[in-house]
């Protein structure tokens, strides 16, 4: 893996090349600084509901195991255990609907950010000289404190 820092006045943001699967990843983080939080912004929500509308192939508003699986099928694996799913709405079989996969992300967000930038990689993010995934998350709490690693598909 190869680092490179650079830093914009207060921010850090580290460039992570690493291989992963069978592609090359630039990955992204944040170190989100004490009594600061992150959420998805427009962009954020706008592009995981382009993921659900990709995969709900029937367009129940639902994912069925077999279109979860297809979704992540690039990824290492389903970023949420089963018993997540108890907590965000799903249909009368227990499957993920459009509310409870927004409500995911919204709870990974805040919890773990780096865990959605990390996702939204593997499910192919644009990244260009202008954009990554950092501009589909907000900050909320201190001025630009926040540490950025950068995590995208080359
Ligand atoms: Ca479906």
Known sequence: MV???IWFESVVVEFQFLQSLDKLLFLCRMNVPAGCTT???QTGF???TSMFVKHDKD????LSPEELMTLFAICPNIPWGKQMFLGVQTNDKGW???SGFICQWVLTTLLDVNR???YMA???YPINEEKSQTEAINGIGKENSFVLILL???
């Open 39 to 41: 959420e998805l912004n």
């Open 59 to 62: 367009h129940d508003r639902a």
């Open 116 to 118: 959605t930038m990390e």
């Open 96 to 98: 993920l609907t459009y």
């Open 3 to 5: 680092s490179i820092n």
């Open 46 to 48: 706008d592009f995981f």
């Open 122 to 124: 593997y499910l192919g």
């Open 152 to 154: 995208n598909h080359l």
